[in-house]
């Protein structure tokens, strides 16, 4: 079954405590991406991946890093989370030939930082 | 990047035909539109994209006038199940995406 797969799906943690949420698709997407979703500020873009090794940020990136050492993967990284990156987070992915701009998102990672 | 104006919330009877406009004065000659839908604590799903004209699929149409400042996604006859938050975006190779905040559609029985 084709779909993107996100560990974990709930997170608690404490401020200072890195983490990794990791994102895997199965359809070969070049394009892969993360979003932070809040109440009242809608899904913004944190980072996105055209290819393996190529990265660029989104709207959001401060306090986070990605990786892009394979296709198929695409962690994301929080060195040190605070408070204010508790929220809703997706992965997502895509092709990028023609125009196409389907992108499928994973089920979410809720994060909170205490 | 280019951004989209929503109307924040609609209601909507089952049975009935819902029209979303979306505007986008500034959009960019190499740019498309592209609407996804989300219901609660789940991620978005792509819907329909078009660059002109008229573009349907199994579950929606999208008018996009010759100007290309607007577009209206089509949702015929909803059903209950339709009650989610649709997004409308613009994106070009750039792949840079802004979802903004929706519109929350609510279906009523």
């Known amino acids: 079954e084709a779909q993107v797969t996100q560990n974990p799906r709930y997170l608690i943690t404490v401020t200072g405590k890195k983490l990794t949420v990791t994102c895997s698709q199965n359809?070969?997407?070049?394009?892969m991406s993360w979003y932070r979703q809040d109440p009242g500020l809608g899904l913004r873009q944190i980072y996105y991946?055209?290819?393996?090794?190529?990265?660029d940020k989104g709207d959001v990136p401060e306090g986070y890093k990605v990786s892009r050492k394979e296709k198929r993967n695409f962690p994301l990284i929080l060195e040190s989370p605070s408070p204010n990156q508790t929220s809703l987070y997706f992965c997502?992915?895509?092709?990028?030939?023609?125009?196409?701009?389907?992108?499928?998102f994973g089920p979410g990672t809720r994060l909170t930082v205490t | 990047l280019a951004k989209t104006t929503q109307p924040i919330s609609m209601d909507s009877y089952e049975g009935q035909e819902v029209n979303i406009t979306c505007s986008h004065n500034?959009?960019?000659?190499?740019?498309?539109i592209t609407w996804y839908q989300q219901f609660p604590s789940q991620g978005p799903r792509f819907i329909i994209q078009?660059?002109?004209t008229k573009v349907t699929n199994e579950v929606a149409s999208l008018f996009i006038p010759a100007d290309r400042k607007s577009s209206t996604l089509s949702l015929p006859r909803v059903s209950l199940s339709d009650t989610a938050v649709y997004y409308c975006?613009?994106?070009?190779?750039?792949?840079?995406?802004?979802f903004g905040t929706g519109t929350r559609l609510k279906v009523l029985a």
């Open positions: 991946s055209m290819n393996v090794e190529v990265t």
């Open positions: 078009g660059y002109k």
């Open positions: 500034n959009i960019a000659t190499n740019d498309y």
């Open positions: 975006l613009l994106v070009s190779g750039t792949y840079k995406y802004i």
């Open positions: 997502a992915s895509s092709k990028t030939s023609g125009r196409g701009y389907e992108q499928y």
């Open positions: 359809m070969n997407h070049e394009y």
